[in-house]
């Protein structure tokens, strides 16, 4: 069956650190991978997807950025951030084909 | 632009019937998605509409029309556990979900 991990679940930075969170996907290959943010009380927002190693597509313009250096990994950076960043971070991936998501268990960033 | 309306709040009884609604507006199209988050947890994926009519899976059912851009979550014989937030997404040219459908059931 298919797992989907992320780490940490909870962080608290200091404005202007780096971040990286990391996502890793078991049980399936070549899936899409996704970064989504949600602010308390709010919905998803969706910030990153990719197809594939390498290919990245970016949603929403900001100090984040995304790599996927394996098929099954997905990586979320900032090389600064600000306390808008603050939130919890989702990681999802769904088949090739497929039109459902699945979950990993989320960070909550908090930037102070 | 693109957006998805769903009531914010819905309450119903144990036991009962409720329907929570989603419209859109989306440039293209591919299926509209629901999801349940429980507080503090991550989504889980509950259906899936490309085509009109009605899916059923268990307790949960979701009906789309394409036509009027309009969707709805129907969970019958409500139970305490199903308090939760629902999300309506759209697949369409981006991923869009909506903000999201707080569900409180009293007993």
């Known amino acids: 069956s298919q797992t989907i991990h992320q780490w940490p679940a909870t962080l608290v930075q200091p404005v202007g650190s780096p971040l990286s969170l990391e996502c890793t996907v078991e049980g399936t290959s070549n899936p899409n991978l996704y970064w989504y943010r949600q602010a308390a009380g709010r919905g998803l927002q969706l910030l990153f997807y990719s197809v594939g190693i390498g290919q990245i597509s970016s949603e929403v313009p900001q100090n984040l950025s995304a790599s996927r250096p394996q098929d099954r990994q997905f990586i979320l950076s900032s090389k600064k951030l600000l306390l808008s960043d603050s939130g919890f971070y989702l990681c999802?991936?769904?088949?090739?084909?497929?039109?459902?998501?699945?979950f990993g268990p989320g960070t909550r960033l908090t930037v102070t | 632009g693109q957006s998805l309306e769903q009531p914010s709040e819905v309450t119903a009884v144990e036991g009962a019937i409720v329907q929570i609604n989603c419209t859109y507006q989306?440039?293209?199209?591919?299926?509209l998605s629901w999801y349940q988050q429980h507080d503090g947890g991550a989504p889980t994926f509950l259906s899936y509409?490309?085509?009109?009519g009605l899916e059923e899976t268990g307790r949960f059912s979701s009906f789309l029309s394409r036509s009027d851009s309009y969707g709805y979550l129907l969970l019958q014989e409500l139970q305490m556990k199903d308090s939760a937030s629902y999300f309506c997404a759209v697949r369409g040219d981006k991923i869009i979900f909506g903000k999201g459908t707080r569900l409180h059931i009293l007993p």
């Open positions: 509409n490309a085509l009109d």
């Open positions: 989306t440039s293209g199209f591919y299926g």
């Open positions: 999802a991936w769904s088949p090739p084909h497929g039109y459902e998501q699945y």
